[in-house]
Each structure stands twice: as C-alpha cells, then as structure tokens.
C-alpha cells in the first residue's frame, strides 16, 4: 500500500500487552533494589521490580528542579539568560558542586548545564532560590507539581537530594519514571542536548568535569537522563535511549529506565545495560498503516464504473513483543446512501487483530469528491442496485424476479 496523500495527523499508538509486564525472556537479575523500564510513547511497562516502594533518590531531585525551572521560563517568570546571584546558603552547599562563590553572579543557563551534568548542588540550590524566591518557597512548588503528575509516593525536602538533619527527598521509581517520561515528551528536545554532553567545560573558571552519567561512554544510545548517589540512596539512574528500528517496517522507539539502591555504581550501570539490552532486543515497534495509504477499494451504488478509493485517516503504529504484532486485517463497509460522497467521509474502516486478539480499528475515508451519478447508469444497469439499496434502508423487501 503507497501512500497517496496525506489526511490529518493523528497517529494511533497500540500496545498490544496488557495487564501482564514483560514478555518472553527476562533480563535476567537485576540487583538494584527497585528498576522499571518502559516505552514512552505508549507508556507500556516491559519491567517492573519493586517499582512503588518509597527509597531515598538522591541527586535525582534535580529532575524536579529542572522541570520547574523549565516551567518557568517558559511561562515568562525568569529567562535562561537571567544572572543569578548566588547567596552564602547556595555556595556553602556540600557535595558534588560548581565552586560557585557567595555574590558572584552565573547565567540561569549555566546553572541549569552544571546541574544536570556533573551534578552541581550549589547550582540546584541557586536555580531554586532565584525561580522561587525562596528554597522553602521553591520546595514547597516541587511537592505540589510532583502531586499534580501523579507522583504519590514523593516528597522533597531540598532541590538537590542532598540528606538532610530532618530527613531525605524520596520517590519510587515508579514516579520518577513519570516525572521522565513527562520531560521527554515536554522537553526532550531541550534536556537531551544537555545530559548528553560527556562533560562540561568553562575555560574561564578553569573548570572541567566529566558527565556524572558514565554510561554515556559506554552505550551510545544513551542520551539522559540523570544519576543519583548519597549513602543512604545508593546508586540510582533515570536513563533513557532510542532503540533503533531492527526492520524495514518497524520505527525507532525510546527506552526509559530508572534504578534505585544499587551497592556499587558498577552494579547500577550493569542493571540499566540489562534492562536496556532486554528492551532493545524483545520488543519492536511496526508501522501498520500510514494516514493517506490507499486501503481498498469500494463501488457507489455497488457499480463498478463508479469506484471509491479508500484511504486510511491515521497513522497507525503497533508496539510490542518481538514479531509478527498483526494476525489479521479486514475492511469493513458503512451503508451509505448518498447520491454523492466528499473527501474524507468516513465509508468504513480497517479492522486490525493484534497478537493478543484484540481488534482495534481504523477509519477509511474517501479519496476524493464523487459529487453527483451519470443518470445513464441510475436508469440502466445502477437502477437496481439503487432500489435495493433504498429497501434496505427502509426495511422493505425486494423482489429478485
């Protein structure tokens, strides 16, 4: 089927798991004490251990702070091109840190770099200050926008992850794979140009430092997210890759995977590899139809000297485990009974059985305008075709002598 041209935009996206989670082979042990992988664009979830226990998550608070400054911008609140003065509190941070100095005045652009790639508390702690006004105040909007995503089982007590004498910033990977999934969708053309930088570098500070995220080197692919350490947390990750098409008919999809509580950093980057691995090898997402594909072909009036072309209205992709997603295609015609069809008037649909026999559908619309019916045919060889098509419109009967 060749596309003829294009209708609309809307692309339907079928998972065909449901309720079970994985498929197949499994990735074999994962050690660290929480881990969930899944696609995002459908949002299936192709792995899942203790995905909603509540763990200390460390540095990867900064995705929550990232998010909200984002948000920010964007509203109009602050720019990327702000100064931000950087107070005593944010430059006495501990841990892994810019060397910023109280007074001294970075680009929120800056900022932002340094925190999501080597992991900059000072620069998380200024980002907060100088987008809430406050770091209470700014703490105070992440746990209210964690709440309006969903994120039930969060709480932030900094904008760093660092520990605290009252306490820990905690999640579960499973909100954090929400909070990873949405910067993807939202802002993925932005975050992924800066987690993917291998190290970042000011030859006017002086300062160089390697990307926290050492898989970077390690899997190409790999283009995010953000790591996490404290004691307390262990070694965490949100990692996240596109998978690249395996055949002809099949589409790139991205990967998300979060870990919580590794014991050892190698430990964490051999379960995200695992889990990647296992994405990129089980599962497959297949182009069925293209909006505009020319699907079948129909008769007005049931005359073939007056034939319909049939094309599909959306895209349609399928994702899922391994091959052969599709067992079944059938066409299925609306009545119709007009003396005349538009362009895009919906005559059927394609109905497609997916591998787990659910049946999902598409709408087939008209090629083109079919404005009006040569009276020849109506008379001749269309008038029976017609009067049957009335009955049975109206219930009569007809008469086949």
Not at 53 to 65: G, Y
Not at 91 to 113: D, M, Q, T, V
Not at 330 to 338: D, F, G, I, L, T
């Amino acid at each position: 089927m060749k596309g003829l041209k294009r209708i609309g935009c809307l692309t339907l996206i079928f998972s065909i798991l449901s309720a079970s989670v994985g498929y197949g082979v499994e990735p074999g042990e994962i050690q660290s004490k929480a881990a969930i992988l899944i696609e995002v664009e459908t949002g299936q979830v192709l792995y899942s251990k203790n995905s909603d226990d509540q763990l200390p998550l460390a540095s990867i608070t900064k995705l929550m702070t990232y998010l909200l400054a984002m948000e920010a911008v964007d509203s109009g609140q602050v720019s990327l091109e702000d100064k931000v003065k950087i107070s005593p509190r944010a430059a006495n941070e501990r841990g892994s840190s810019y060397s910023l100095k109280a007074g001294e005045e970075i680009p929120l652009r800056e900022l932002i770099e340094v925190m999501l790639i080597i992991s900059a508390n000072d620069a998380a702690f200024a980002i907060a200050e100088h987008v809430g006004g406050t770091a209470e105040d700014f703490v105070a909007k992440m746990n209210e926008r964690a709440m309006e995503l969903g994120m039930t089982a969060t709480h932030f007590l900094n904008p760093n992850g660092m520990p605290m004498a009252e306490g820990t910033n905690v999640s579960s990977a499973q909100d954090i794979m929400i909070l990873s999934r949405h910067l993807i969708e939202d802002y993925g053309d932005r975050i992924l140009l800066v987690t993917d930088k291998g190290f970042y570098e000011n030859q006017e500070r002086k300062f160089f430092k390697e990307n926290t995220n050492k898989l970077l080197k390690q899997i190409p692919e790999i283009d995010g997210l953000k790591t996490g350490y404290t004691q307390e947390a262990g070694y965490c990750l949100s990692s996240t890759m596109v998978s690249k098409a395996k055949g002809e008919d099949e589409e790139d999809f991205r990967l998300i995977v979060v870990t919580f509580g590794a014991a050892t950093e190698a430990e964490r980057n051999t379960d995200v590899q695992k889990l990647l691995t296992y994405g990129h090898e089980n599962y497959g997402k297949q182009r069925v139809i293209k909006a505009g594909e020319r699907i079948a072909e129909a008769y007005q009036w049931g005359m073939k000297e007056l034939p319909i072309q049939l094309l599909a209205k959306e895209n349609m992709v399928v994702f899922g485990p391994g091959e052969g997603l599709i067992k079944n295609t059938e066409v299925r015609m609306m009545p119709n009974y007009s003396f005349f069809i538009r362009d895009g008037k919906k005559l059927g649909e394609l109905h497609i059985t997916l591998y787990d026999d659910r049946i999902v559908a598409v709408d087939l619309v008209a090629e083109e305008d079919m404005i009006t019916l040569p009276i020849g045919m109506i008379i001749g060889k269309g008038w029976h075709n017609m009067i049957t098509y009335i009955s049975q419109f109206f219930g009569w009967g007809v008469s086949e002598g």
